[in-house]
Nanobody, 124 residues
Framework: QVQLVESGGGLVQAGGSLRLSCAAS????????AGWFRQAPGNEREFVAA????????YVADSVKGRFTISRDNAKNTVYLQMNSLKPEDTAVYYC?????????????????WGQGTQVTVSS
């Protein structure tokens, strides 16, 4: 089993940047694909970005393409989400998720482990 803890959220003005971190513990995180999802009030949890075990495969949702970048440092057991040119519609709780020994996925149901989330608020 792996435990995930997100950090780096906060309040930022539109056009600003934030970098979210997801620290993993409990297992060899390099064996896990990881993803970022977000959920705004009243909305379903939606896919943001995903990355494979060795970073060979990574992709982001169309809504954040060109603005958000996912990366990982397996030596630090950490996955990152760099968010640039933030918009008010990016406001949500952002969650990190992981799935062992499989390719990355954009489906919430494909992930076995979840963090508690970190709030990102973008003011206009």
């Amino acid at each position: 089993q792996v435990q995930l803890v997100e950090s780096g959220g906060g309040l930022v003005q539109a056009g600003g940047s934030l970098r979210l971190s997801c620290a993993a513990s409990g297992r060899t995180f390099s064996n896990y694909a990881a993803g970022w999802f977000r959920q705004a009030p009243g909305n379903e949890r939606e896919f943001v970005a995903a990355i494979g075990e060795n970073s060979a495969y990574r992709y982001v949702a169309d809504s954040v393409k060109g603005r958000f970048t996912i990366s990982r440092d397996n030596a630090k057991n950490t996955v990152y989400l760099q968010m640039n040119s933030l918009k008010p519609e990016d406001t949500a709780v952002y969650y990190c998720a992981a799935r062992p020994l499989r390719s990355p996925s954009g489906q919430t149901s494909d992930y076995d482990y979840w963090g508690q989330g970190t709030q990102v608020t973008v003011s206009s």
